[in-house]
C-alpha cells in the first residue's frame, strides 16, 4: 500500500485504479490493513490468523485500543521510510511472535530508545500506555490478559514451530493447528 495520509487521498488512488481495471473491489488488495470504503473503516486483517478464536477476539481488542491511541496522540508521523520497518517487523512478529525483536526508528514517542526492541517488552510498554484509553471491562479484560500472555511470552508462533518440531511434519502442524481452531473456544495456553 502507498504511503497515503487522507482518506480523499485513497479515494484518488481507488478510484484510478478502478477506472484503469486493475481492480475491481477492495477484495483485489491483500494487505494487512486496508481501508473498507463502504463502510468508511479500516480493517486489519491480522485476526485473521491466531489460533484459538480467544486470541482473535484479543488481538481485536487490542487494535481497537491502539487505534484509540493513534487518532488521539499521534504519536508517529508515517512516512515512506515506515514501510521498510513495517516489512521487516512483520517478519520479526510471525516468524518469532513475542519472542521477536522490532526495528525502531531512532526515536519513538519522545523516548530515545535502541534500534531494536524485543516485541515482548514493546507490548508491555504499550499495554501500559493503553490503560487510560480503556472505555469498559472488556477492554480492562484485554489488557489484564495480553499483559499475561506477553510476561509468559505465549504466543500462537512459538506454538506452530514447537508442534512442527515435535511432530516434523508440516501437514500434522497444519492439521493440528486446524484441530485447535475448530475445537477450542479459550486458549489452551490457559488451562
Known sequence: MPVLHRWSDFELYYDELMHAEIITSMKDFYWDIRPKPEYGTVEIR????????????????????????????????IDDNYYMLYQYNRFEASRYGLHGA????????GRQRASRMPIQLD?????????????????????????RMAYERINDAVWLRQTFDERGSLNEMVRLASTLWMTETASPFFR
Request: proline share 6%.
Open 46 to 77: 491480522v485476526c485473521d490468523t491466531p489460533l484459538t478464536l480467544e486470541h482473535a477476539a484479543m488481538l481485536a481488542g487490542y487494535a481497537q485500543m491502539l487505534a484509540r491511541w493513534l487518532l488521539t496522540e499521534r504519536p508517529i508521523a
Open 102 to 109: 522490532l526495528a525502531l526508528p531512532p526515536s519513538l514517542d
Open 123 to 147: 507490548l508491555l510498554e504499550r499495554l501500559q500506555d493503553l490503560q487510560r484509553y480503556a472505555q469498559n471491562e472488556i477492554d480492562l479484560f484485554v489488557l489484564r490478559r495480553l499483559s
